[in-house]
């Protein structure tokens, strides 16, 4: 079980709303789409699974740029290799799938196109875990700046 301070639990509560209210955006409008657009983009089951992909990306990136995501006692490195290595083997995924051109079927999308949107999903939690990294580490920078300066000279 992971310590999350107060001020996190708030902005994790805050992503998990932007992450709901995504969720039901992108069900509307696929819905809408399919209702009056005349025909479905996706294979039965594929748009629910981008939609809940969407909505734990929207989690992920919220709170991770927030900082919300990591504890001080989370190994940031680690998550980044995690993601690292989820992006390459859908990279791959998708590079099998684009071979062998099942991407599209009848005028849909088939699941393969979950590879791709899987690989986008994790590269976008790498990205603003890299960005919060940089940014905490410019913190601790600037603390320790202000440290140095507040400290009595040697007279």
């Not at 969407?54 to 991770?64: H, K, N």
Request: charged content about 15%.
């Amino acid at each position: 079980f992971v310590d999350y301070d107060e001020r996190q639990l708030l902005i994790r509560g805050n992503a998990f709303q932007y992450s709901f209210y995504a969720v039901c955006i992108y069900g509307t409008l696929y819905f809408l789409y399919t209702r009056f657009g005349g025909h479905a983009l996706m294979q039965d089951g594929v748009a629910v699974f981008l939609g809940v992909l969407l909505g734990i990306a929207v989690f992920a990136v919220y709170s991770t740029l927030s900082g919300a995501q990591f504890t001080k006692s989370s190994p940031m490195k680690a998550f980044l290799i995690i993601y690292g290595i989820a992006i390459l083997a859908n990279l791959l995924s998708t590079g099998i799938h684009i071979y062998a051109h099942d991407f599209v079927q009848d005028g849909v999308l088939t699941d393969a196109i979950i590879y791709p949107a899987v690989a986008l999903a994790f590269l976008a939690a790498f990205i603003a875990t890299l960005v919060q990294g940089v940014r905490d580490k410019r913190a601790e920078a600037e603390d320790a700046d202000e440290d140095v300066a507040e400290q009595p000279g040697d007279e």
